[in-house]
């Protein structure tokens, strides 16, 4: 008897400060609050597209990402068109958040697959990309995929 193939679940990401967070990730992903609790010292948000739980985050943590520790590399989220992609870019700048290369880019040399790279408050590295349409400008890295060295 054989496995089925397993789909990735909801991504749930330790965080500092709820409120920061929760907006954050609302305003750059378009999620809605799904369920929540804010009082307390177990404070926790549910978030989501169409009553579909894609990230929680929970505030039980301290200072920044560490990157340079055995786990979590970074968080991708397909969009449906460049344009979406563009449309995150913007609002990041926005933000005032931290863009990891300038802008829009494509995933290697001769990619037309792409997105943007950025953290959230706390230093996870996320990125935003799309199947198509990124190979307008130069790939930022040479002999390695873009999204593995960031």
């Known amino acids: 008897m054989s496995t089925p193939a397993l789909q990735t679940g909801h991504i749930g990401l330790n965080v500092t400060d709820l409120a920061r967070s929760t907006a954050f990730y609302r305003r750059v992903f378009g999620f809605e609050v799904l369920g929540d609790q ?3 010292d177990r404070s926790f948000a549910f978030l989501g597209h169409d009553g579909v739980l ?7 943590s301290s200072g920044t990402f560490p990157t340079d520790r055995p786990g979590l590399h970074h968080l991708s989220f397909q969009a449906p068109d460049i ?3 563009h449309r995150a ?8 958040g931290e863009l990891v290369y300038d802008g829009v880019v494509p995933h290697g040399e001769g990619a037309s697959s792409g997105g943007v790279f950025f953290t959230d408050p706390d230093g996870i590295r996320l ?6 349409g990124a ?3 130069p790939a930022p890295t040479q002999g390695a995929p873009t999204c593995g060295f960031f």
Request: hydrophobic share 35%; proline share 3%.
């Open 38 to 40: 804010t009082d307390g």
């Open 54 to 60: 894609q990230v929680t985050l929970w505030q039980q």
């Open 83 to 85: 344009e979406t992609v």
């Open 89 to 96: 870019e913007a609002t990041l700048r926005e933000l005032g």
């Open 127 to 132: 990125e935003i990309y799309a199947p198509s």
């Open 135 to 137: 190979d307008t400008a």
